[in-house]
């Protein structure tokens, strides 16, 4: 069964920067695709980024691009998000999660942000 373990989280002044890791446990998709979600009070919630474990490919949202950098180490089976130039708006929960890639409509979930096995989240709060 496959478990993922965010840390990282913390408080930090706008401006600030954080970095998220993902600890993935029992861990054997041959494919697929990870990323970070957020969810923040009263808000619905945010694909961040995505990584495509095969080809390293990423994605962002438009409202992240250039500030975030999702990455991956496939050695120590850990995902990280590093979070630059925070804004108060960034404030949320945020979700590591993983969804594995057998057919088409895995990838058009991964797209959608549509993962299949999530972190418990670890909190982000960026004061002005």
């Known amino acids: 069964q496959v478990q993922l373990v965010e840390s990282g989280g913390g408080s930090v002044q706008a401006g600030g920067s954080l970095r998220l890791s993902c600890a993935a446990s029992?861990?054997?998709?041959?494919?697929?695709?990870m990323g970070w979600s957020r969810k923040a009070p009263g808000k619905e919630r945010e694909g961040v980024a995505t990584?495509?474990?095969?080809?390293?490919?990423?994605y962002y949202a438009d409202s992240v691009k250039g500030r975030f950098t999702i990455s991956q180490d496939n050695a120590k089976n850990t995902l990280y998000l590093q979070m630059n130039s925070l804004k108060p708006e960034d404030t949320a929960v945020y979700y590591c999660?993983?969804?594995?890639?057998?057919?088409?409509?895995?990838?058009?979930?991964?797209?959608?942000?549509?993962?299949?096995?999530w972190g418990q989240g670890t909190q982000v709060t960026v004061s002005s």
């Open positions: 029992g861990y054997t998709y041959s494919r697929a695709c």
């Open positions: 990584i495509y474990t095969g080809d390293g490919s990423t």
């Open positions: 999660a993983a969804r594995p890639i057998a057919t088409i409509v895995d990838l058009a979930g991964c797209g959608k942000g549509d993962f299949r096995v």
